[in-house]
């Protein structure tokens, strides 16, 4: 199975309310990550997780609060968005060892912020 | 930072025609990785290439990584209609871990 797996597929939230990306991977990677896509754009890392521990923070801001309850699951907590933060959001997860590893996608949660 | 670019932004093919893509990054980089993201899709890893002046073959597509592994290019012979989409090249130093920086991609429009 090499499927990352997310819901829900399309959000639309105002910017008083809180909601929660999930993302699901059962091939064993241990490094799982999160992106953001504008249109047009490449995705922008956000978050990466290995060994169920937060590795790399690109500096986002704290209304996007991600967990890593266990090596399978991924979240992305959202609270008090703006309106440009209005994306597609991608997790994606590898395997992680010494060096870098292909990464596999999921189809992206479409985001918008009204 | 570390910056890969990517030329051209956009590549208008004919239908059957050959075209080549071109990923230049700032920095040396451990390996690079290739994805393809159909137009209203996800990224698809396509390739990777860890040694200097490697090449690999798929099919119509030739991945080719430079000698001094800061550069790369993807070839693609007698496009197709299924071709259309955006190439990402991807990468990064050996010391930034996972961490994949990614280009800004080529957008392929296929003229039938």
């Known amino acids: 199975d090499t499927e990352v797996t997310q819901t829900p597929k399309h959000l639309v939230m105002g910017m008083t309310n809180k909601k929660s990306l999930k993302c699901e991977q059962h091939?064993?990677?241990?490094?799982m990550y999160w992106y953001k896509q504008k249109a047009k754009k490449p995705p922008e890392l956000m978050f990466v997780y290995s060994y169920e521990k937060l590795s790399i923070n690109e500096s986002v801001p704290s209304r996007f609060s991600p967990e890593c309850p266990n090596s399978s699951l991924l979240n992305l907590h959202l609270h008090a968005l703006q309106p440009e933060d209005s994306a597609l959001y991608l997790c994606?997860?590898?395997?992680?060892?010494?060096?870098?590893?292909?990464?596999?996608f999921g189809p992206g949660t479409r985001l918008t912020v009204t | 930072g570390q910056q890969v670019m990517q030329i051209p932004q956009y590549q208008h093919v004919q239908e059957g025609e050959d075209f080549t893509t071109y990923c230049n990054s700032s920095?040396?980089?451990?390996?690079i990785q290739w994805y393809k993201q159909r137009p209203g899709g996800h990224p698809v890893f396509l390739i990777q290439l860890v040694k200097s002046g490697e090449v690999k073959k798929q099919k119509r597509l030739t991945f080719q990584f430079g000698e001094a592994k800061k550069n790369s290019s993807l070839h693609i012979t007698a496009t197709q209609t299924t071709d259309v989409g955006t190439y990402f090249c991807?990468?990064?130093?050996?010391?930034?871990?996972?961490?994949?920086?990614f280009g800004g991609g080529t957008r392929v429009l296929v003229k039938p």
């Open positions: 994606a997860s590898s395997r992680f060892r010494d060096g870098l590893y292909e990464q596999y």
């Open positions: 091939m064993g990677h241990r490094a």
């Open positions: 991807a990468g990064g130093p050996k010391a930034a871990g996972n961490k994949l920086t």
């Open positions: 920095t040396t980089l451990s390996n």
